[in-house]
């Protein structure tokens, strides 16, 4: 062998191993973005649930002022055994007050009394009528109540008082008067923090320290419900149509191609359907669950269809051909055998498709659903608002409670959607069958 050949094969074997050596640090580095990527993605979702967590929960909290109060007969200007109606006409506002008053003797001048009445939630009055209503007996007797304190008193006293704050961290709209009363309440033992069972038992309400999400978690589940029934049917019965029956032909292959259109439609465009079919042509109410779930069941549909044809596209042709040889006809072999393997899927797909629909907010917004709701609905068809929405209003209030009542809404609704989402994940696992 020549020395010019020898010399050619070893250039050649370097550059080999030149490019061998510069592929392989390719894929380190690929492998390094790849984790770094992983390890961003999940930084971002850290900070995302600390910043919310640390926001919201002290919403799960409120601030009660305990005052041993008389319900006066006099003052109350009722009799021995007052009715119903006789207690509604009284006068609780005035009692409340001069209560208040007669207990905190240093409120002297017109704006004082008013700083002091405003340390108590301003439903306080209605709070102490309902108490007569439902125990007439405690009239002309001393009652120690536990007043819930003002949204500005909550806060203040969970996030400021007794802390060594800067002026700028330091969170207070409550004036001297205000703070000193603080004060000897503290010093007395009156001022206590109890979880805020508020939070899940009352709809919404103007005053932040008494809004709750139980009309919102109401109007959620009977939108879901509606959802549900319409869209689980109508998606399965179009895959198994799709899959096992439909002629291949140029219509079915519209209909195919549009679906999986449908599926990338911004939500938004669903809720522009609704307002203009439901409402404006059928003349069906607003800010309703069953128009809600009418939208959403156009939404979730092409998704559960997709997932559904999946899954029935999964099922092994053996077994179609096993029940045909068998004798079967085609709707049995697909009812008694092709269905029942893929539902699995198909719950699957349904359960992130009710997911997705938990979380939205724009086609709500379209059909009204955006209005201030104070009751907890009691059928599809009452005036209802839903999780996401709630959520919406709650963030365009400037009242710091508010800050804190939105962060916590929205850790509920994340717990909601990581069970759903977690279900889909182990209904898959438990009942999928491996072919």
């Not at 390094?32 to 850290?46: D, K, P, T």
């Not at 405003?118 to 007996?137: G, H, Q, T, Y």
């Not at 069953?290 to 596209?313: F, H, Q």
């Amino acid at each position: 062998m020549s020395t010019s050949t020898y010399n050619s094969g070893s250039d050649a074997d370097q550059r080999r191993a030149n490019r061998t050596k510069k592929r392989n640090a390719a894929e380190k580095r690929f492998q390094w973005y790849g984790r770094l990527s992983i390890a961003f993605g999940i930084a971002c979702v850290l900070y995302l649930f600390t910043d919310i967590i640390s926001k919201g929960i002290g919403a799960f909290t409120q601030t009660y002022i305990n005052v041993e109060i008389e319900f006066d007969r006099e003052m109350l200007r009722l009799g021995e055994a007052p009715t119903e109606k006789e207690i509604k006409a009284a006068s609780f506002n005035s009692f409340f007050k001069k209560t208040l008053r007669a207990k905190f003797p240093e409120a002297q001048s017109r704006r004082e009394k008013s700083q002091l009445y405003a340390m108590f939630s301003s439903d306080m009055p209605l709070i102490l009528r309902n108490m007569v209503i439902e125990a007439p007996s405690i009239l002309g007797t001393k009652q120690n109540v536990s007043m819930i304190a003002d949204d500005d008193f909550d806060t203040f006293f969970k996030h400021t008082y007794g802390r060594d704050l800067n002026a700028e961290d330091r969170i207070s709209r409550l004036s001297d008067f205000q703070e000193s009363i603080l004060g000897k309440l503290v010093d007395s033992g009156a001022v206590e923090k109890r979880f805020n069972t508020i939070f899940f038992t009352n709809a919404d309400s103007r005053e932040p320290e008494l809004a709750g999400i139980r009309g919102a978690i109401v109007g959620s589940i009977l939108t879901l419900l509606v959802t549900l029934i319409l869209s689980f049917p109508i998606a399965v019965a179009t895959a198994i149509y799709l899959e096992e029956f439909a002629p291949k032909n140029k219509i079915t292959d519209f209909i195919e191609v549009n679906i999986n259109n449908l599926a990338a439609v911004p939500s938004v465009i669903f809720g522009l359907l609704g307002l203009a079919m439901f409402i404006n042509v059928f003349g069906l109410p607003r800010s309703i669950p069953l128009v809600g779930g009418l939208v959403l069941t156009l939404m979730t549909l092409p998704t559960i269809i997709i997932s559904s044809r999946s899954a029935i596209k999964a099922v092994p042709p053996s077994i179609r051909e096993a029940a045909l040889g068998m004798g079967a006809s085609k709707v049995q072999t697909v009812m008694h055998h092709v269905l029942p393997s893929a539902m699995p899927g198909m719950l699957t797909g349904t359960i992130i498709g009710m997911a997705q629909a938990l979380g939205e907010t724009a086609p709500l917004l379209m059909i009204g659903m955006v209005a201030f709701i104070v009751d907890v609905p009691g059928g599809i068809s009452d005036p209802a608002t839903v999780l996401p929405v709630q959520i919406f209003l709650w963030s365009d209030s400037p009242e710091r409670a508010f800050v804190e009542k939105t962060s916590a809404a929205i850790m509920v609704l994340l717990t909601f959607l990581i069970i759903m989402n977690s279900l889909a994940v182990w209904l898959r696992k438990r009942l999928e069958r491996r072919w």
